[in-house]
């Protein structure tokens, strides 16, 4: 992946995938997630349609680091499930959507469909709103309706709160994730449990940032309600949310939609906080179907 520097000290690590012709498609990951964390048969079905830009988020993966990526002092207690004034924060959502806005720049992409996944569903959010001129269409998934906080006190609040927290042994660590990545899958869907561990074993070879997990989500905390933001996307819009999610209830989804002109929701009734293998046929074909398979005009394609 190249290192595409977006502000004079944050540098993102970006990937693109798919043909240069095609129109292209900007992939937002969320909470503590990696570029690489995107699954491989979701990115085969979709560049072959679309010229893909995958990215780590700042302060993840191998973007640049806002901060320590560990803080010994932190703990489950710090995870901050009530609103925060913006000052508390290190950077803002906003932030992160510019900085994915400056990617499109270095890139010389004017217009481009964007997803994002949890945390990346609500940057996407700010940049339909916020840059209407330069995103074509939107996929909203797994995400919120503009509420300023999650909800505490269920198991998957516990799980997000544990991911703030060092862990000094990685099999311990592995097997903790592990046990998280069964949560986000719900309860109509088992993991394949040595192949997750594989699979974060090596994401943690790659980026461990705890601390850095926790920076983002104070992102989120002081990001306030953002209903009014919701009500001026314009783009088409698709919101696509698992009915037995244990981090962003149903709820918050059904509400982005009706804020949201226009747009479309998909309810998957076995879908969970994931992107289980299960998922995967029918959540391609619905953002296909939602982004469309005709190409746009030469501008709109990825930089060639």
């Known amino acids: 992946m190249p290192v595409i520097p977006v502000a004079d ?18 992939m937002i990951q969320g909470l503590g997630m990696q570029a690489t964390d995107w699954p491989r048969a979701l990115l085969g079905v979709l560049a072959a349609h679309r010229r893909l830009i995958l990215f780590d988020n700042r302060d993840y993966g191998r973007s640049s680091l806002c901060g320590p990526a560990i803080d010994p002092t932190l703990r489950e207690t710090d995870y901050p499930f009530a609103p925060i004034a913006p000052s508390e924060a290190p950077y803002s959502l906003h932030d992160m959507a510019v900085d994915a806005l400056r990617l499109l720049d270095a890139l010389r992409i004017e217009r481009a469909d964007v997803l994002g996944f949890s945390m990346g569903g609500m940057i996407a959010q700010i940049m339909a709103a916020q840059w209407p001129e330069r995103v074509r269409a939107l996929v909203s998934l797994m995400s919120s309706g503009g509420q300023a906080v999650l909800p505490a006190d269920t198991p998957g609040a516990r799980a997000l709160a544990r991911m703030i927290v060092h862990v000094p042994d990685r099999a311990r660590l592995i097997r903790q994730m592990t046990d998280a990545q069964r949560l986000w899958s719900g309860p109509h869907h088992a993991i394949a449990a040595k192949a997750v561990a594989r699979h974060l074993e090596l994401s943690y070879r790659r980026c461990y940032r705890p601390a850095a997990i926790h920076r983002q989500a104070l992102a989120y905390a002081s990001a306030g309600d953002r209903s009014d933001l919701l009500r001026r996307i314009r783009c088409r819009s698709l919101v696509i949310h698992g009915a037995a999610d244990p981090v962003i209830p149903l709820s918050f989804a059904e509400a982005a939609a009706r804020l949201i002109p226009g747009s479309r929701l998909l309810t998957l009734p076995d879908g969970a906080h994931d992107l289980h293998p299960a998922l995967l ?24």
């Open 9 to 26: 000290d944050t540098r993102l690590h970006a990937r693109l995938i798919g043909p240069a012709h095609k129109p292209a498609l900007l």
């Open 281 to 304: 046929p029918r959540l391609s074909a619905a953002i296909l179907a939602h982004l469309g398979t005709a190409a746009d005009s030469p501008r709109d394609a990825a930089a060639r």
